[in-house]
């Protein structure tokens, strides 16, 4: 069985926001819901590295664990989703997500930020709704994974910086690409979120 | 030459800037002078040895999407799941299983002398209605709170996913919502009961005598025994804690990064489980552990014999009033 990961190698980003861009447009997401984002650390100056970040679909995932109606949880391929049916929009699973990923439609004062929505790896969503049903889309975008496609963003990649798929192979690919290149910032998140670095 | 002078000045500015930020631009260079990429790479695991949480520039205007990873997310989740959960339960199960023994050892304090059949006023209306705001305001807070942290291993297998998750989302709102009347309660409370809840010389005395719970002894006090100031100024830092706290978490990310509004939720749950505990004793104490109590709190009247049992300063002092003001003393029971 796959394990499904997102790998974002940072040394090829050069923060176009295309992922971002094919994000939004695949999963048709509301303004001011962002699933991906790009994070650029130290701007401007030497060694400044932009990395591609949505949910990383965690081993162990925290957000699943908090959920106080645990609406959240893995496929068998490693997915985390999660029912918007049950979501009660309390806003714990932004607190535990080591990376941002949860978003809500609403700014949430009194507790009314409504229903959390977050990157689905383009796997539909985690409700009753069936498979690539328009139901589905609706709530939760895009079901590419049910296609035997991976997500839009990485697929979508102009430098192959962002790579989606099966967690051992994406990782010997970067492995490879440090090699020859001689140098790597490393796999941005995966200690945290999959309680294994890549050493090479 | 205004402008002559203001480009001078932004010169100076900006060579100043230069100085500053000169050592931050440490760009590791090759033997030839070439900028080494290898060399000033940054990389994930020499920044995470710097700083807790890794952040940088983000183009969209949600601020707080500007921290890339925060770890802390998985120790707030150890918190949250392991250290709450356990801690929680120990408190809470213990405090009651504690006032059951104290139940059974010690029983209900009886009045000894019995009930004279004659009443005192010992809360105004005003009073109680602040007491009955801030207390039915705390059971529904504490209901709704401990739902979130234990409804889902209590009731979720009882009732099923999407009624537990109507239940959560509406117990939500009474939560976020109620809170005000609470507030106001304890603000109430707070003020009106100031004053006969400082410290005085009889407490250290009341403390000598076993504080009531040894028949036999008496144990002097004034309008209020040291145990209910304990229960006054406790309840008042929780109440506090928890208002603060709670305001954080009802307006995210207003004033607070990540880290504080982990902080903000971590106090909320500790203090209001701490906080349940006190209100748990408190209520023991005012209906099952002794008799007469609650009436201070339901009609407000309290008996003589009572009062003479726990309050007895107090009561002389009311009589004293009483009689100055000519009145009767106490009024014939109905």
């Known amino acids: 069985?796959?394990?499904?990961?997102?790998?974002?190698?940072?040394?090829?980003?050069?923060?176009?926001?295309?992922?971002?861009?094919?994000?939004?447009?695949?999963?048709?997401?509301?303004?001011?819901?962002?699933?991906?984002?790009?994070?650029?650390?130290?701007?401007?100056?030497?060694?400044?590295?932009?990395?591609?970040?949505?949910?990383?679909?965690?081993?162990?995932a925290p957000c699943a664990a908090v959920c106080p109606v645990t609406c959240i949880y893995p496929t068998e391929d490693g997915i985390v989703l999660h029912s918007k049916d049950l979501c009660i929009g309390c806003g714990y699973c932004f607190y535990a997500c080591p990376f941002g990923a949860p978003q809500y439609p609403k700014v949430g004062n009194f507790g009314s930020r409504g229903k959390m929505d977050k990157c689905t790896y383009c796997a539909g969503g985690g409700g009753p709704e069936a498979p690539g049903s328009a139901e589905e889309f609706e709530k939760y975008g895009s079901n590419r994974f049910g296609e035997g496609k991976l997500p839009l963003c990485a697929e979508m990649c102009s430098t192959k910086s962002l790579l989606a798929g099966d967690g051992d192979i994406i990782a010997q690919i970067y492995k490879e690409r440090v090699l020859k290149r001689g140098y790597g910032s490393g796999a941005w998140g995966w200690m945290t979120a999959y309680h294994q670095g890549i050493e090479v | 030459m205004t402008l002559a002078?203001?480009?001078?000045?932004?010169?100076?500015?900006?060579?100043?800037?230069?100085v500053v930020c000169g050592p931050t631009i440490?760009?590791?260079?090759?033997?030839?002078?070439a900028p080494n990429p290898t060399a000033s790479v940054t990389s994930e695991r020499d920044l995470f040895k710097q700083v807790p949480r890794i952040e940088g520039r983000i183009d969209i205007p949600d601020t707080?999407?500007?921290?890339?990873?925060?770890?802390?997310?998985?120790?707030?989740?150890?918190?949250?799941?392991?250290?709450?959960?356990?801690?929680?339960?120990?408190?809470?199960?213990?405090?009651?299983?504690?006032?059951?023994?104290?139940?059974?050892?010690?029983?209900?304090?009886?009045?000894?002398?019995?009930?004279?059949?004659?009443?005192?006023?010992?809360?105004?209306?005003?009073?109680?209605?602040?007491?009955?705001?801030?207390?039915?305001?705390?059971?529904?807070?504490?209901l709704t709170g401990l739902n979130i942290t234990f409804g889902k291993i209590l009731l979720l297998p009882v009732v099923g996913p999407d009624t537990f998750s109507d239940v959560s989302e509406a117990a939500k709102y009474v939560h976020n919502f109620i809170s005000f009347s609470f507030i106001v309660g304890l603000v109430l409370i707070t003020v009106i009961f100031f004053r006969d809840n400082l410290p005085e010389r009889v407490d250290i005395e009341w403390l000598r005598e076993g504080g009531g719970f040894i028949k036999n002894k008496h144990a002097p006090a004034g309008r209020f025994n040291l145990g209910?100031?304990?229960?006054?100024?406790?309840?008042?830092?929780?109440?506090?804690?928890?208002?603060?706290?709670?305001?954080?978490?009802?307006?995210?990310?207003?004033?607070?990064?990540?880290?504080?509004?982990?902080?903000?939720?971590?106090?909320?749950?500790?203090?209001?489980?701490?906080?349940?505990?006190?209100?748990?004793?408190?209520?023991?104490?005012?209906?099952?552990?002794?008799?007469?109590?609650?009436?201070?709190?339901?009609?407000?009247?309290?008996?003589?014999?009572?009062?003479?049992?726990?309050?007895?300063?107090?009561?002389?002092?009311?009589?004293?009033?009483?009689?100055?003001?000519?009145?009767?003393?106490?009024?014939?029971?109905?």
């Open chain 1, 1 to 60: 069985m796959a394990r499904m990961k997102f790998l974002c190698d940072a040394d090829r980003c050069i923060d176009c926001n295309a992922c971002v861009t094919a994000c939004k447009n695949e999963n048709e997401v509301p303004w001011g819901i962002n699933r991906r984002r790009v994070v650029t650390i130290n701007d401007g100056k030497p060694g400044e590295r932009s990395v591609s970040m949505a949910c990383m679909h965690c081993t162990d």
């Open chain 2, 5 to 18: 002078r203001i480009r001078l000045a932004t010169l100076i500015v900006m060579l100043l800037g230069l």
């Open chain 2, 26 to 33: 440490a760009q590791k260079l090759d033997p030839d002078g």
């Open chain 2, 64 to 142: 707080k999407a500007h921290v890339l990873i925060q770890p802390v997310g998985r120790t707030w989740d150890y918190f949250h799941e392991v250290l709450l959960h356990w801690g929680g339960a120990i408190v809470l199960v213990g405090t009651i299983a504690l006032l059951g023994l104290a139940y059974l050892i010690i029983g209900q304090i009886k009045i000894a002398a019995g009930r004279s059949g004659l009443k005192i006023l010992r809360f105004k209306a005003f009073e109680r209605f602040s007491h009955w705001l801030t207390a039915v305001s705390f059971v529904l807070l504490g």
């Open chain 2, 228 to 334: 209910e100031k304990l229960v006054y100024w406790l309840s008042l830092a929780a109440g506090i804690a928890v208002s603060v706290s709670g305001l954080l978490l009802l307006f995210p990310f207003y004033e607070t990064n990540i880290a504080e509004m982990q902080l903000a939720q971590g106090v909320h749950a500790v203090v209001a489980i701490l906080f349940v505990a006190l209100i748990l004793c408190h209520i023991y104490i005012g209906t099952l552990g002794m008799e007469g109590a609650f009436e201070a709190m339901g009609s407000g009247e309290v008996d003589l014999n009572w009062a003479k049992d726990h309050h007895d300063l107090w009561l002389a002092q009311q009589l004293a009033k009483e009689k100055r003001q000519g009145e009767p003393s106490a009024t014939p029971a109905e």
